[in-house]
């Protein structure tokens, strides 16, 4: 099948079910035509990604260590909440010093929904550009593609996931072949007697996810292991009887009272989570992410001083998310970076600092290119120009370069998704 045809392939479950079939016809016609169009564009020119060396970095690497990617559903710390007082600590004291120690922080992609954004950009290392407002995974064809995943199980890695949705939601199924895992668990896969509201809880997700580490552990392979959790999701249920609300806040913080006692429990069970992988695979690479702010008006972050930010510029308040990395049982401090860097970051903490030692990394610059935003990863909340804005200024043109740069490199990667092996 050629490339173009294979484009037909892509699942659009979502779109369908949220527009009906007339719209889902149109919207995937005029889809198809933009890429085959932007294909023809790109032509035979060689894929070039911004991480083309993490193969040869992880070749120099005498002991592969197991990495532990963990994605927490809407998830933020409440104590970024400008309120008074809360009546108890409202995270687990490990989560707590953990921010404190290292008080880093991811620059979502997006605010309040399209989580698959955020996966896309921690996978891939590329900005996840949208095509007709359609995510990058629904444009994924299917066909292996440079994304971490992919070059780690090119280094030896068993590359899994858990994902407690079903295996249609977000072209998920082809789209995480495509980025490289071999092992995927979808929501009837798994374990559901624990829930919070219509998603399995947090703490359960975690807990089998690690009896499915414990069982890999004695191979010695070196292991990718993937978890996105589901239950901080609207509309922010818990279960009374075994996670009951315990935090308050003075003043009541109204909409987000829900969402801060999810966070409280999210706390909890991925501080447990960390404490059994200390224990079991001392040496690993970890890291827990946000994928968004939950879906609240931004009115309503302004009101509570949501990151202090009732003043600043909401457009980048509300992309700023909690971001954990732990390096052999330590939290590291990485500053602020967008989800994309993460790769990145990953491949030289595998490699112990050689792989930012022999390139220009984006996490070590001063400045983070947040699309449309060149960010002052000093002070975030400061953008220091828009791609678009001012072009003869030197830095927002040499940004608006960088946004081309990787907004091609996007749409190569999607190109090669639909390519014969």
């Not at 070039?48 to 559903?73: M, T, W």
Request: net charge neutral.
């Amino acid at each position: 099948m050629d490339a173009a045809s294979q484009y037909d392939a892509v699942e659009h479950t979502a779109l369908f079910y949220k527009g009906g079939s007339l719209v889902y016809a149109i919207r995937a016609a005029l889809q198809k035509t933009v890429l085959d169009q932007r294909m023809a564009r790109l032509g035979a020119k060689r894929p070039h990604y911004p991480f083309d060396d993490f193969e040869h970095a992880l070749a120099g690497v005498a002991v592969k260590r197991n990495v532990h990617i963990v994605l927490l559903e809407s998830h933020l710390d409440p104590r970024d909440f400008g309120v008074e007082r809360f009546n108890r600590e409202p995270v687990d004291p490990r989560y707590a010093r953990w921010r404190r120690v290292a008080r880093s922080t991811a620059i979502s992609p997006v605010v309040g929904g399209r989580t698959a954004n955020a996966e896309f950009e921690v996978m891939c290392g590329v900005p996840a550009y949208e095509s007709l407002s359609t995510i990058p995974f629904n444009l994924l064809g299917g066909a292996v593609v440079p994304c971490l995943p992919h070059l780690l199980s090119a280094s030896g890695y068993r590359t899994m996931v858990d994902v407690p949705t079903p295996s249609t939601y977000f072209n998920a199924v082809t789209a995480l072949r495509s980025i490289g895992f071999s092992e995927s668990r979808f929501v009837d896969q798994l374990d559901l007697s624990d829930r919070d509201g219509l998603y399995v809880s947090t703490e359960s997700i975690l807990r089998q996810a690690l009896a499915r580490v414990r069982k890999h552990l004695p191979s010695r392979r070196p292991l990718l292991n993937y978890v996105v959790t589901m239950a901080g999701h609207y509309p922010f249920d818990l279960n009374p009887v075994q996670r009951p609300e315990v935090i308050t806040a003075t003043p009541k913080l109204g909409v987000f009272e829900n969402i801060v006692n999810h966070a409280y429990y999210v706390s909890r069970a991925i501080a447990d989570y960390v404490d059994e992988l200390r224990r079991i695979d001392p040496d690993s690479l970890i890291v827990m992410f946000s994928d968004h702010v939950p879906p609240v008006p931004a009115s309503s972050y302004s009101q509570f001083d949501y990151l202090g930010g009732r003043n600043a510029k909401a457009d980048l308040l509300l992309h700023m998310v909690p971001l954990i990395v732990i390096d052999r049982g330590e939290p590291v401090p990485v500053g602020v970076v967008p989800h994309y860097f993460l790769p990145e970051l990953i491949v030289d903490h595998l490699s112990d600092g050689a792989y930012c030692a022999s390139h220009l990394c984006q996490s070590k610059q001063p400045g983070a290119l947040r699309p449309p935003f060149l960010v002052d990863r000093g002070n975030p909340l400061r953008a220091l120009c828009q791609v678009l804005d001012n072009p003869l200024r030197p830095q927002c043109a040499s940004a608006a370069q960088l946004d081309h740069r990787l907004n091609d490199s996007f749409q190569l990667l999607v190109r090669a998704s639909h390519l014969a092996h």
